[in-house]
């Protein structure tokens, strides 16, 4: 009898919600070690105060736990399992002028760095994707303004709980009760500190949202309690935090505390310890217009309001300078920074930041004023609108590519005719410098050069073979070769790739390369593929291992282009004559002829003849000999 007892209870206690790893967390303001992801606007203020967005139109932040969470249990079998969990944070919005947005989100999502945008979409989703189940984002929003009707606000000052959409399950103005049931209104964007409690029941799949004003304590009766299986919604492992965003009306999200565990109730947080966000600046340029047009309303026509007017006027116009006329797509693509920010990093694209051109524009040398970040910002022209945003689209897509041998975007603007493409500053420049720019020559040993090479060959794996798409970098030389503090060779001016499906489905955008490293066949299809990046690597090898340019004008006939030179020297038997005399004779014999060797190799003229990068790298690392595996076609 006992026993027949004690197994079904056994069983029971196995499949309960309570036995995952429970997380208990609390944060009485934010330090700088904190154990949090951020991204977007998102930083920690020196006094401790999280900050999601600053008062900067149409931005996202966002603040995630850094470590995933358990939030699901019994993954395998027909029922899932929701774990309980309870949060309490307090968040302060605070606004300059009349009217901001959009507000923030508490969120649980599979990943935390999430593809959203401003706006209406708080930074959680976007419009290609809100809606989707395979999404499996959840959130409670605290939204100011009434979006469109698609979105199905309640009014410009609600809590919402959503489920892999911005259109809530359920929402309530917000509000609070008090002991003898009575509803109190009261502003979100007061700017006044808030505390919010969300409890889930895991058993009972009940949700709870209570709100009020900081001054009061937890209401008993919470604002929304809605039944709801997260099952289905949930991973297993997800990351906790918050999202927020701004848009043509912006405002300042503060997070000042917060406090989270699974399968109990969350600590209570310590008020007294909560940091305050910074008073808004009294003396900045919109509130002075705001004054100084309530003055003129009021006839106060003075000398000193004729002279500030003229100050505001002055700013205004300065202000307007680095303005931005956004259209509506521009929203749906994450990455997106400020032309202000830009602007600024730059000095106002002064010429003394000026790094050099490269394809279609001129790049300059930033610092990003909100995180002091050292970035090479290219600046490009189109007239075509049409042109711009299949390639932004491209470049949001792009933005995702990460690998130890490319230099990542880190985003992208667009303002009037102008794209400006971020990335990685690369303390060392270019390839080309030292092999052929005079103050650089001869600074790079042939053991450094071996080293690029290899490492600009596995960035062309990644983009061939191991990325979720096939990208096609389609402008493969030794001035997009950069290189980093520790000499390592990274391939850049990846934003004008090509995107390519596994099947092989051309997504085309601009027509680009370098005629001395362009493909033969490209002149007939227009169409590059792997093998004309194959190709155009081939001319790489050469001009690494020679010290020459594809093309030298001024040199003899025989000489002119270097593929045809070095390979007369490999027909004449003399290949080493091809290396370049800045080396001198410390190199590995064995390694430079397999480069030149291998050079001649990638760029044979029948693109089918060509190797694939990644049996480039397998000659590069020795696993195959080239003598034995290919032959030469001439």
């Known amino acids: 009898?006992?026993?027949?007892?004690?197994?079904?209870?056994?069983?029971?206690?196995?499949?309960?919600?309570?036995?995952?790893?429970?997380?208990?967390?609390?944060?009485?303001?934010?330090?700088?070690?904190?154990?949090?992801?951020?991204?977007?606007?998102?930083?920690?203020?020196?006094?401790?105060?999280?900050?999601?967005?600053?008062?900067?139109?149409?931005?996202?932040?966002?603040?995630?736990?850094?470590?995933p969470i358990q939030l699901l249990l019994n993954t395998h079998s027909v029922t899932p399992a929701a774990i309980s969990f309870s949060t309490t944070f307090v968040f302060d919005i605070i606004t300059i002028g009349n009217g901001g947005g959009h507000g923030l989100a508490f969120a649980m999502a599979p990943t935390k760095t999430l593809d959203g945008s401003c706006c209406n979409y708080l930074g959680l989703l976007n419009k290609n994707n809100s809606g989707n189940s395979s999404n499996h984002v959840f959130a409670v929003e605290f939204d100011t303004v009434q979006g469109a009707d698609a979105f199905k606000d309640v009014d410009d000052n609600h809590v919402g709980v959503d489920l892999n959409s911005l259109i809530s399950n359920v929402s309530k103005t917000a509000s609070y009760y008090t002991n003898n049931s009575q509803m109190v209104n009261f502003e979100l964007e007061s700017g006044q500190p808030i505390q919010a409690w969300i409890d889930y029941d895991g058993v009972a799949k009940i949700l709870n949202v209570t709100i009020s004003p900081l001054s009061v304590d937890k209401p008993s009766r919470p604002l929304i309690?809605?039944?709801?299986?997260?099952?289905?919604?949930?991973?297993?492992?997800?990351?906790?935090?918050?999202?927020?965003?701004?848009?043509?009306?912006?405002?300042?999200?503060?997070?000042?505390?917060?406090?989270?565990?699974?399968?109990?109730?969350?600590?209570?947080?310590d008020r007294s310890r909560l940091p305050l966000p910074p008073e808004p600046a009294k003396a900045s340029s919109i509130s002075k217009a705001a004054g100084i047009r309530i003055g003129v309303i009021s006839s106060l026509v003075t000398l000193v309001l004729v002279a500030l007017a003229f100050s505001v006027s002055w700013n205004l116009w300065q202000r307007a300078k680095l303005a931005e006329t956004l259209e509506d797509w521009e929203i749906d693509y994450p990455h997106r920074l400020p032309y202000r920010d830009l602007y600024k990093a730059t000095k106002g694209f002064k010429e003394t930041e000026l790094l050099g051109s490269g394809s279609f524009g001129l790049v300059y040398k930033g610092i990003l004023p909100r995180t002091g970040e050292e970035v090479a910002i290219k600046k490009i022209s189109s007239n075509s609108r049409q042109a711009v945003r299949e390639f932004v689209a491209e470049v949001a897509c792009l933005a995702r590519i990460r690998h130890r041998n490319l230099v990542p975007l880190q985003g992208w603007c667009k303002r009037n005719e102008d794209l400006l493409l971020v990335s990685e500053f690369m303390p060392n420049g270019s390839l080309d410098t030292f092999l052929f720019e005079s103050e650089r020559c001869g600074l790079l040993s042939?053991?450094?050069?071996?080293?690029?090479?290899?490492?600009?060959?596995?960035?062309?794996?990644?983009?061939?073979?191991?990325?979720?798409?096939?990208?096609?970098?389609?402008?493969?030389?030794?001035?997009?070769?950069?290189?980093?503090?520790?000499?390592?060779?990274?391939?850049?001016?990846?934003?004008?790739?090509?995107?390519?499906?596994?099947?092989g489905n051309t997504r085309m955008t601009l027509v680009v390369g370098t005629l001395a490293y362009m493909a033969p066949e490209m002149s007939r299809t227009g169409k590059p593929v792997p093998s004309s990046d194959v190709f155009a690597y081939g001319i790489l090898l050469l001009e690494v291992a020679c010290g020459r340019r594809p093309i030298e004008p001024s040199a003899p006939t025989r000489m002119l282009l270097l593929m045809d030179w070095v390979r007369d020297c490999k027909m004449k038997g003399g290949l080493l004559e091809a290396v370049d005399p800045k080396l001198g004779r410390s190199y590995v014999r064995e390694e430079v002829e397999l480069v030149l060797k291998l050079g001649l190799v990638c760029s044979q003229s029948i693109p089918e003849v060509r190797p694939t990068m990644r049996q480039v790298i397998q000659y590069l690392n020795g696993d195959v000999n080239l003598a034995d595996d290919v032959a030469l076609v001439f």
Not at 234 to 253: A, I, N
Not at 473 to 481: A, G, L, P, Q
């Open 1 to 67: 009898m006992a026993a027949s007892i004690v197994l079904p209870l056994l069983l029971l206690l196995l499949a309960s919600p309570s036995l995952s790893d429970n997380i208990d967390f609390t944060y009485n303001g934010f330090k700088s070690d904190t154990n949090l992801s951020l991204d977007g606007c998102a930083h920690i203020i020196s006094n401790g105060v999280l900050q999601l967005t600053n008062n900067t139109y149409k931005v996202t932040g966002h603040a995630f736990f850094s470590s």
């Open 225 to 269: 309690s809605h039944t709801i299986d997260l099952s289905p919604i949930l991973k297993e492992y997800m990351y906790v935090g918050f999202s927020s965003s701004t848009g043509k009306l912006s405002s300042s999200h503060y997070i000042l505390g917060w406090s989270f565990r699974t399968d109990g109730v969350a600590r209570s947080l």
């Open 446 to 503: 042939w053991d450094q050069r071996f080293k690029i090479l290899k490492g600009v060959a596995l960035g062309l794996v990644y983009l061939h073979e191991e990325w979720e798409q096939v990208v096609v970098h389609r402008d493969i030389k030794s001035s997009n070769v950069l290189l980093d503090a520790e000499m390592n060779g990274r391939l850049g001016d990846f934003g004008l790739a090509g995107l390519y499906e596994r099947a």
